[in-house]
């Protein structure tokens, strides 16, 4: 399967996306997936639109992306991590 | 991870303010009177969440982690306030949506990406209704400072 970029977003890339990277690393490890993590600030998403495959984040942006985009606040609140996991692992296993 | 800045005196209890930026700006001018962040930071932390909310609806009390970039910051450390009355704030990743907030943790982080085990033990209260009813309701500085201590597991270097 091909390696799968994946970027993790937050507004200043110091506090929220590396909570969400981490959780996105051992999921991917459980699942015998192979990912590219790039963790980002959500301004610098446009330097990779031609490579990324997905982006999760929790600074939700407006903008449209080529790739989707999984809103990833439950990471933070324990509330529906369960179904953002599941929508992530969908996205990955495409 | 053993030095980042808590104490007593930036544990701020029943803060009154009527609006985000009232309550950010008082948290941010006590952590710059103490030297801990540049006088950028107050300014800095208002406007990034106004860009980008860090208000989080939990299962209980909603709380927000406002954060900004590292040049703003000269010791990592961790200002937390109990607001008298909830005070509305963004929430993360939604940005037409408010939540009443009671709990404010503001992060002031000297190097990015470095933080992954407090942070992940602050999603961990978060999630742990008890513990946000309880700090939502101490009145003594010191209790809460002992309480966020053991609940994060390290050492902080502040005061005393």
Request: glycine share 4%; no cysteine; net charge negative.
């Given at each position: 399967m091909e390696k799968k970029q994946v970027l993790v977003a937050c507004g200043a890339g110091i506090a929220t996306s590396t909570v969400v990277n981490s959780a996105i690393e051992e999921m991917a490890k459980?699942?015998?997936?192979?990912?590219?993590?790039?963790?980002?600030k959500i301004a610098?998403?446009?330097?990779?639109?031609?490579?990324?495959?997905?982006?999760?984040?929790?600074?939700?942006t407006k903008k449209e992306y080529p790739f989707p985009v999984i809103n990833a606040r439950s990471f933070l609140t324990g509330i529906g991590t369960e179904d953002t996991k599941k929508q992530i692992l969908e996205e990955l296993k495409k | 991870m053993s030095d980042i800045y808590f104490d007593e005196s930036i544990i701020l209890l029943d803060l009154e303010g009527e609006t985000k930026e009232e309550v950010l700006t008082a948290m941010g001018q006590n952590l710059t009177e103490k030297g801990l962040v540049k006088t950028t930071f107050t300014e800095a932390i208002i406007a990034r969440e106004a860009e980008f909310a860090t208000g989080l609806p939990t299962s209980?009390?909603?709380?927000a982690i406002p954060?900004?970039?590292?040049?703003?910051?000269?010791k990592k450390a961790i200002s937390v306030a109990v607001l008298k009355d909830p005070v509305a704030f963004g929430v993360m990743g939604d940005p037409d949506e408010t939540t009443p907030v009671k709990l404010v943790f503001m992060l002031a982080m000297d190097e990015a990406h470095s933080q992954l085990s407090l942070l992940q033990r602050l999603m961990h209260i978060f999630q742990d209704q008890e513990t946000l009813t309880y700090l939502t309701s101490e009145k003594s500085?010191?209790?809460?400072?002992?309480?966020?201590?053991?609940?994060?597991?390290?050492t902080f270097k502040g005061g005393e």
């Open positions: 459980e699942n015998n997936l192979s990912v590219d993590l790039r963790q980002i610098e998403v446009g330097a990779y639109v031609d490579t990324a495959d997905l982006l999760v984040t929790t600074a939700m | 209980g009390v909603s709380v954060h900004t970039d590292v040049e703003h910051v000269n500085n010191a209790n809460v400072k002992a309480f966020l201590e053991s609940k994060l597991d390290f």
